[in-house]
C-alpha cells in the first residue's frame, strides 16, 4: 500500500513540476526558441516517435552505449586488479593514468573521431575512455580492501595467491566494484553522446545536433528526456543485478529492509 501512495506522489510531483513549468513559460510568455513549454515538448516527441525517428538513433546510442561500457569496464578492472597486486605496477603505470584523466575528454573526442572515424567504434572508444576511471579506482580500492588477517591466515593454510584473490579479496571488492559499475554506465551514455556531438552518422546526439541547426528547441528537449529516461533505465537494470550480485552484504540487506519499510520494492 505505502509503496503505490509513493509511486502516485512520485507522479503527482512530477505533473505539478510540468504544470508550474507550463504556466511559468506562459505567463512570462517566454519565446519557445529559448524555453519551449511541455506541451510543445510533448507534441515533438509524439511525431519523432510515430515516424520512428527517435527509436532507429536510439538503438544506434544504446549500441555506443553498451559497447564502451563493456570495453572501459574490462579494460579498468584488468589493470585495476594489476595495480592492487602489484605496488610495482602502481609506482609507474598510476601517475600516467591520472594525467590521461586529467585530459578534458571533450577535447580529446575530436582526435577519437579523425582516428576511427564517423562510425560506431570512434563512439565506443570515447564511451569506454570515459567510463573507464570511475570503476579502475573502484577496483583498486575495493580489492586493498580486504582484511590483511584473513589474507595472512589464508597464507598460512598454503592458499595460492590466486585463491586468495578468487576466495577473499574479490568478493571483498564486489561492493566497491558495482558501484563504480553504476557510474561508468552513465559516464558512457555521456562519453556516447559527447562523439555523435563531434561526428556522427547516426544517433541520439547527432540527431539534437540537426535540431539545434534548426532551431527546434522543443525537438532537443524531447531528445533530452529520451537520453535521460535510457539513463535512468540503464541504471535501473545495474541496481537489479547489484541486488542479485550482493544478496549477502549488509549494506545492501539494509537498502532491502529500509525500501520494505517505506513499502518500495
Given at each position: 500500500m505505502n509503496g503505490v501512495r509513493n509511486a502516485s506522489l512520485r507522479v503527482l510531483l512530477l505533473i505539478a513540476s510540468l504544470a508550474v513549468w507550463e504556466g511559468a513559460v506562459r505567463a512570462?510568455?517566454?519565446?519557445?526558441?529559448?524555453?519551449?513549454?511541455?506541451?510543445?515538448?510533448?507534441?515533438?516527441?509524439?511525431?519523432?516517435?510515430?515516424?520512428?525517428i527517435y527509436l532507429q538513433h536510439l538503438w544506434i546510442t544504446l549500441a555506443e552505449t553498451l559497447l564502451g561500457f563493456l570495453l572501459g569496464s574490462v579494460v579498468a578492472f584488468v589493470v585495476?586488479?594489476?595495480?592492487?597486486?602489484?605496488?610495482?605496477?602502481?609506482?609507474?603505470?598510476?601517475?600516467?593514468?591520472?594525467?590521461?584523466?586529467?585530459?578534458?575528454?571533450?577535447?580529446?573526442?575530436?582526435?577519437?573521431?579523425?582516428?576511427?572515424?564517423?562510425?560506431?567504434?570512434?563512439?565506443?572508444?570515447?564511451?569506454?575512455?570515459?567510463?573507464?576511471?570511475?570503476?579502475?579506482?573502484?577496483?583498486?580500492?575495493?580489492?586493498?580492501?580486504?582484511?590483511?588477517?584473513?589474507?595472512?591466515?589464508?597464507?598460512?593454510?598454503?592458499?595460492?595467491?590466486?585463491?586468495?584473490?578468487?576466495?577473499?579479496?574479490?568478493?571483498?571488492?564486489?561492493?566497491?566494484?558495482?558501484?563504480?559499475?553504476?557510474?561508468?554506465?552513465?559516464?558512457?551514455?555521456?562519453?556516447?553522446?559527447?562523439?555523435?556531438?563531434?561526428?556522427?552518422?547516426?544517433?541520439?546526439?547527432?540527431?539534437?545536433?540537426?535540431?539545434?541547426?534548426?532551431?527546434?528547441?522543443?525537438?532537443?528537449?524531447?531528445?533530452?528526456?529520451?537520453?535521460?529516461?535510457?539513463?535512468?533505465?540503464?541504471?535501473?537494470?545495474?541496481?537489479?543485478?547489484?541486488?542479485?550480485?550482493?544478496?549477502?552484504?549488509?549494506?545492501?540487506?539494509?537498502?532491502?529492509?529500509?525500501?520494505?519499510?517505506?513499502?518500495?520494492?
Amino acid at each position: 500500500m505505502n509503496g503505490v501512495r509513493n509511486a502516485s506522489l512520485r507522479v503527482l510531483l512530477l505533473i505539478a513540476s510540468l504544470a508550474v513549468w507550463e504556466g511559468a513559460v506562459r505567463a512570462l510568455r517566454v519565446p519557445a526558441f529559448i524555453l519551449p513549454p511541455p506541451s510543445q515538448v510533448g507534441a515533438a516527441l509524439y511525431r519523432g516517435s510515430v515516424s520512428g525517428i527517435y527509436l532507429q538513433h536510439l538503438w544506434i546510442t544504446l549500441a555506443e552505449t553498451l559497447l564502451g561500457f563493456l570495453l572501459g569496464s574490462v579494460v579498468a578492472f584488468v589493470v585495476g586488479t594489476a595495480i592492487a597486486a602489484s605496488p610495482r605496477t602502481e609506482y609507474f603505470l598510476y601517475p600516467y593514468i591520472v594525467m590521461f584523466q586529467s585530459m578534458p575528454k571533450v577535447a580529446l573526442a575530436p582526435l577519437v573521431v579523425v582516428w576511427f572515424g564517423l562510425g560506431l567504434t570512434s563512439k565506443v572508444v570515447s564511451a569506454a575512455l570515459i567510463s573507464f576511471f570511475p570503476l579502475l579506482v573502484n577496483t583498486i580500492a575495493g580489492l586493498r580492501s580486504a582484511d590483511e588477517d584473513r589474507v595472512d591466515l589464508m597464507r598460512s593454510l598454503a592458499a595460492s595467491e590466486l585463491q586468495i584473490f578468487r576466495m577473499l579479496r574479490l568478493p571483498s571488492a564486489l561492493p566497491f566494484i558495482m558501484a563504480g559499475l553504476e557510474v561508468a554506465m552513465v559516464f558512457s551514455l555521456v562519453g556516447a553522446i559527447v562523439a555523435e556531438f563531434v561526428g556522427a552518422e547516426a544517433g541520439l546526439g547527432m540527431l539534437i545536433q540537426s535540431r539545434n541547426f534548426s532551431m527546434d528547441v522543443a525537438g532537443e528537449f524531447a531528445i533530452l528526456f529520451i537520453l535521460a529516461v535510457l539513463g535512468l533505465l540503464l541504471n535501473a537494470a545495474l541496481v537489479s543485478v547489484r541486488r542479485r550480485v550482493l544478496f549477502w552484504d549488509p549494506s545492501q540487506k539494509a537498502a532491502l529492509n529500509s525500501a520494505s519499510l517505506r513499502g518500495g520494492p
